[in-house]
């Protein structure tokens, strides 16, 4: 068997301690710090090998396997071994208001639970909210049977529809087991008390208005915008209800105890007393930063996202790569059901790896290809165990007994693993590739490699803003550092140019022409490419003509009128252009207004401000179907990607433009009212990156798991055309599928659950490959062990993706209200099953999860998700478009924005000064503050802000000698303003899109748009603060848990 492609350099040449340390001894144990984090003696070394010690008796091994089949083709059952059936939605009419459900606590039920064994109070934080005391409303969610997001798939998915969220809890008499171990938690000190002298839940429909300063506004003429406005009470509503006994216990509790309580509010809170996320990212930091995280023990929880540590893969994938919701999956469904934590994996398969860390290994088993299960087809990977002296195989995913063919043969050594164990990356691995066979590629011919299409509109507004010569110089040097094949000299690359308005116009830059030609195609409606040979060419071959092109193309539409546009025919043309190349490819379309031209895909101005708010909202983000519909399948079914640059000056329909790029892997960049001076760097950078990044394409991702459990729903710039293959034009470094998984049997702690992504592409350079991740998890029948095992940031990802899919579906109201409903209940269940029993006034909060409710609070103030007539409807669609494909850095940084002190940096020192908290109250007017957020970033001055590091700045002696607005930052000479540069630019490095820094001078109108990204504020287009929400669910639970 040829082995060329695989190289046993360092970490190989020496035996590991790896995956056999888990159950013999091998292996050292990974530093404390790994547990430092979650308060418990370290739980992996006990546990049994994922998959590997699956007692070959409990096998089916005598059930003969079902017909081979291939693992690409369509509507194949992903298991044989799973039954198919599973938990059917709930029955619950999924647009209906909660207002209207019966009243009917499942908490009740569990009323008489064991109280769980002596709590760990961890003292953290304690809260005074004197003014939250009043006679609140009843809440309309505590007392509602549990919402899902209704799903109800696009047609083309064909697949049927799959509740996203999570059915009610489990019927009355499902105990949860009792404890055996503490767990970590965030106590939170007194809290008030719910209400006492309730009447009853509020009759369906009526809606209570908002009071007091909290919660969302309302809008004129619409029923109440949130989910928690009318509970927010104000404080007229102030009453002596206050109950709960305090308890003297926690310091910084409430001042004065119950009689202060029932005062009028106070208006200043201590903002320190309530969970910190820069406090929670600085710990993590703190403990686990810089350190080494191997990967070897099952169920291990990764640092946070932003920490920064080092990856070594021991036979599970790395957290870049693949990232879970919880590390400790409940053993039943009706745990997972009870709790309401969603089980998920945030995959990005394709994720930027540190020069510092090992990068794939590439597998290559000749013609036989690789090696996998008969029956459900898993690759070859470290959970496969061998038996029979090595001639026999059991699969670790659906246990299947399997020959070792012969060529792949070895003997084992006396704790029964292959002799080879080390050499081989599929046996020792989390993650590493194959280079796929014939079988593997369309019509069973290798794939030539992929093509870049610059497709550009040259109508008026192009021209006349600078936008075509701008982007016609920078294609010029762009076009040298196209991505190639490591070690190639050239990039393999083919590139074509197409430029349009109303019509097309194509052009031949084959190499051996003096001049480019021009072909127009005038008839939009049946689309074809005029020309094969000479349209895609080799940069390097055809420099010369290109260069050419790219000068004449600004002079050849210099006197245009015409100012319509095509869309939809753009991108015909490329997806035709490509597949009589039979190639993959990306479409880099430049364009700038809302296609009116007489067309297939025209479209018109639909954008209604009259629908926020109301039922129909959620149109405004549904794509319009038809054409683009069947655009998406023609290009997911050729490879090709489209990558969308907007310069919009108005309104363009984002959620019908955006459709095509974001089913097929690509990018969608919105620069509105564009000038070149302004917003052409910022373009640029966008532009380079996208072309440099690093890319597959024509690809196909398959997630097989343990038996007992499956992948059930997929959210990412993805398209489907059946339940279970992931098919993406391409998938670049940036982009993240989650995939939510539901059980379908029950689990056992011994065997864990694992998961195995399988991702088939076409390189750069044309090769094909198989990229395989592989994770295993624990499982448990604790429901302490689950709680202790969640990822916030992970968990956040998930809601954002899930809520920001049920949105097309479903009123923004509902899906609202779901998320809170949703964060109520999965807290309330951590209380109710694994804290100790303590005074209902306490908040108490998993450790793992005490900053989850600051990143929900965030999530619902989004502009895609708050509802205001305020914000454009572009721009709603056009995040929730971005959203839709981030993985969990992004999120993260997303709905939790860094903002950095700038006036307190230390010149003569590397590091970035630690963030505070994303609060007005953390400004200070003599300060300086940068703030980012992944996608936007802003410098805050004070209005006190000291003029010599103005001048350092600015190179102007005070604030007032800085415009407005459009000021920028300029390079100058001296210690700060190298810092800032520095800081800038080692941040903007760590983001997946260029950001545009935009100075705001305090009380300047700007300063609205840097303050909307402080999250932990009442939101400026609705929502509430972080103390207020966290008010209004611990509320909720209390509800819940009486
Ligand atoms: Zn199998």
Known sequence: MSQQGYVATPPYSQAQAGMGGYSTGFGNPPPQSHYGAYGSPPQGYSAPPTGVLKPPASSPSGMPPPPVSSQYGANIQQNGAHPHSFAPPAASAPSMSPYGQPPQSVYQSMAQAPPPTQQLTNQMSSMNIAGYGQRPMQSPLSSAAPQQFQTSPPPAMGHPPTAMGHPPLSPPGQQPPSLG?????????????????????????????????????????????????????????????????????????????????????????????????????????????????????????????????????????????????????????????????????????????????????????????????????????????????GR????????????????????????????????????????????????????????????????????????????????????????????????????????????????????NVKSALAQPQMMVVSDVAEMFVPLLDGFLVNFQESQAVINNLLDQIPDMFADTNESETVFAPVMQAGVEALKAAECSGK?????????????????????????????????????????????????????????LFLFPNQYVDMATMGDVPSHT???????????????????????????????????????????????????????????????????????AVTVEFKHDDTLSEESGAVMQCALLYTTIGGQRRLRIHNLSLNCSSQLS?????????????????????????????????????????????????????????QLILPDAMKVFPVYMNSLLKTPSLVGSTELSTDDRAFHRLMVMAMGVEETQVLLYPRLIPMHTMDVSSESIPAPVRCSEERLSESGMFLLENGLSMF???????????????????????????????????????????????????????????????????????????????????????????????HREIRQLLT
């Not at 006349?464 to 393999?492: F, Y």
């Not at 364009?591 to 149109?619: F, Q, W, Y």
């Open 392 to 507: 026999r195989y059991q699969c670790g995913f659906c246990s299947c007994i399997n020959e070792v063919p012969v060529q792949y043969f070895q003997h084992l050594d006396h704790m029964g693993r292959r002799m080879d164990l080390y050499e081989r990356p599929e046996l020792s691995l989390g993650s590493y590739e194959f280079i796929a066979t014939l079988d593997y590629c369309k019509n069973n011919k290798p794939p030539n490699p992929p093509a870049y299409i610059f497709m550009i509109d040259v109508s008026y507004n192009n021209i006349k803003s600078g936008l075509v010569k701008l982007i016609c110089e920078e294609l010029k040097t762009l076009l040298d550092r196209l991505p190639k094949e490591e070690g190639a000299e050239s990039s393999a690359i083919k590139v074509g140019f197409v430029t349009y308005n109303k019509i097309l116009h194509f052009y």
């Open 939 to 1033: 410098l805050w001055l004070g209005q006190a802000c000291p003029p010599d590091l103005i001048q350092n700045l600015f190179n102007v002696p005070s604030l007032g000698h800085l415009t407005a607005e459009g000021t920028s930052l300029p390079v100058l000479d001296n210690a700060h303003s190298r810092k800032l540069h520095s800081i800038i630019s080692s941040i903007s490095q760590q983001r997946a899109t260029s950001m545009k820094l935009l100075i705001v001078k305090q009380k300047d109108r700007a300063e609205m748009l840097f303050r909307q990204h402080l999250v932990e504020d009442k939101g400026l287009h609705g929502g509430a603060s972080y103390m207020d929400f966290l008010c209004y669910v």
């Open 587 to 643: 479409l880099f379309i430049f364009h700038s207004s809302i296609p009116t031209a007489e067309a297939p895909g025209k479209l018109k101005n639909r954008d209604d401000k009259k629908l926020v708010g109301t039922e129909k909202e959620k149109t405004l983000f549904q794509p319009q179907r038809g054409v683009y519909e069947q655009l998406t399948k023609d290009c997911v079914a050729q490879g090709c990607c489209v990558d």
């Open 181 to 389: 171990s503490p767990p970590p938690m965030a106590t939170m000190g007194s809290m008030p008390a719910p209400p006492m002298g309730m009447t009853g839940p509020p009759g369906p429909g009526v809606h209570q208005p908002p009071l007091g300063p909290q919660g969302y506004q309302q809008q004129p003429g619409s029923p109440i915008a949130g989910p928690y406005g009318a509970q927010m009470a104000g404080p007229q509503m102030a009453g002596p209800q206050m109950a709960g006994p305090q308890t003297g216990a926690y310091p910084g509790g409430f001042p004065g105890g119950p009689s202060q309580m029932a005062g009028p509010p106070q208006k200043k809170l201590d903002p320190d007393s309530i969970p910190s996320t820069t406090q929670v990212i600085e710990d993590d930091q703190a403990k686990r930063g810089g350190q080494v995280y191997v990967t070897n023990i099952r169920g291990q929880v990764p640092p946070l996202v932003t920490t920064d540590f080092t990856v070594q893969d021991q036979g599970n994938a790395s957290p870049r790569f693949m990232r879970c919701t919880t590390y400790s999956f409940p053993c039943t469904a009706d745990l997972a059901k009870q709790c309401k934590v969603p089980l998920a994996a945030i995959i990005k398969p394709f994720a930027t790896v540190p020069k510092n860390e090992t990068p794939l290994y590439i597998v290559n088993h000749g013609e036989t290809g690789p090696i996998r299960c008969n029956r459900c087809k898993a690759y070859m990977c470290p959970y496969m165990q061998f038996i029979d002296g």
């Open 665 to 735: 892997g690509g990018s969608v960049y919105k620069y509105s009212n564009f000038q070149v001076e302004v917003n052409g760097q910022h373009f640029l950078s966008d532009l380079r990156r996208d072309v440099e990044k690093s890319i597959g394409f024509d690809a196909v991702m398959r997630v097989r798991t343990g038996t007992g459990f499956r992948a059930t729903d997929f959210f990412g710039a993805v398209h489907m055309s059946n339940t279970t293959d992931v098919e993406m034009a391409a998938v670049d470094c940036d982009k």
């Open 785 to 841: 062990e689950l709680y202790k095992s969640c990822e916030t940031d992970a968990l956040i990802n998930f809601f954002a993706k899930s809520a920001y899919r049920a949105m097309l579906n479903q009123p923004l109201k509902t899906v609202r209200d779901i998320l809170v409903n949703q964060t109520a209940h999965m807290l309330a269940c951590y209380r109710k099953n694994c804290a100790s029993p303590s005074a209902a006034s």
